[in-house]
Structure formats: C-alpha cells, structure tokens
C-alpha cells in the first residue's frame, strides 16, 4: 500500500517492529520506516520520536497494522495531530474474533483514519458485521500476493527453488 501511495504523490511510512519482513522490505524499496515497539512504558517515548520521524521525512501517510492488542491508533493520531497533517491507513491480515478488537484500536471515531486494508473479501465483510460504524466505502481489500511480472517461479527448477529455500531459510 505505501508503495503505491507514494506512486500517487504521497510521502507514506510504515510503523513496523525492528528487524520484521516489512522494515527489510521498507528499506530496499525506500519507504521510511520507524520502529514500533509498544509498551505503556515507552509511549510518551515513541510518540516524540515519531513526531520527530513525521517531520523528517514530511510524511503524509501513515500505514500501520493491528497485531494483538497493540494501540498504533491512539499513538499515531496524536502525533499527526502534533504535527499538523496528514493520515493513517491501518492494514489487518487476519479476521479478528469476536471482542478481539475494540473500536478504538481499529480506528472507528479517529478522523485522522482514511481508510482501512484488508487482505480478503472476507476479512471486509467479518469487519463490517462488527463493528456497524465502519464506512464500507473506507474499507479496501488488497490481496496479498506476488507480482509475477517481477518473479516468474517458471524461470527455476526444483534444485534451484530448494536451493533459494535454503538461502532464504523458508
């Protein structure tokens, strides 16, 4: 999402915990990252540093996901509030269960969420039974995947996939 944001013009960031799949992606591709860790201890901590991250890199988009019961929301809001500008899209790869979100992590009554991303049809319609409030209009499905045009697994034989499978430790 935030490379196609910032195919669009905007300057977009992804809160994402150090060392994770996505700040390795971040990186190789040239979207700013910060590191997201969450404890009620460093709060006030992470919220001046992304304060100081947003005015860096003149972010107007935030991405960032909801694993568990972490509150990236609150966080971000007030730091976009802070600074004066800008947006979040918050991003689920799974279907919560019943009572396993609040409204508030999942954004409903910030104004400053634009939107949010799923990976599945059926993760948008679990969320819209829910929570009644969310605009389904607001709420996107982009599918995870790969981009053959990129990657074309026809190109490597069975040695060759076993092998990268090694490298890559999958």
Do not use: M
């Not at 809160?15 to 590191?35: H, K, M, N």
């Not at 976009?80 to 790869?93: D, N, Y």
């Not at 969420?113 to 679990?126: A, F, L, M, N, P």
């Amino acid at each position: 999402a935030a490379e196609r944001l910032r195919e669009k013009g905007h300057t977009a960031t992804i809160g994402c915990p150090s060392g994770s799949w996505l700040e390795q992606r971040a990186s190789t591709v040239g979207i700013p990252y910060f590191d997201y860790l969450v404890d009620p201890e460093f709060e006030d901590s992470l919220s001046w540093q992304l304060v100081e991250h947003l005015q860096e890199y003149d972010i107007d988009v935030v991405c960032c996901g909801i694993p568990g019961s972490r509150t990236e929301v609150p966080i971000v809001d007030g730091a976009l509030r802070e600074v004066g500008r800008g947006g979040i899209l918050v991003r689920l790869g799974v279907a919560p269960g019943p009572g396993a979100l609040t409204p508030q992590q999942l954004g409903i009554g910030y104004d400053t969420v634009r939107g949010i991303i799923v990976v599945s049809q059926d993760i948008k319609q679990t969320l819209l039974r829910q929570f009644e409030s969310l605009d389904p209009a607001r709420t996107h499905v982009i599918y995870n995947g790969v981009d053959l045009e990129q990657f074309d697994p026809t190109a490597y034989n069975g040695s060759q996939r076993s092998d990268l499978r090694t490298q890559f430790g999958i």
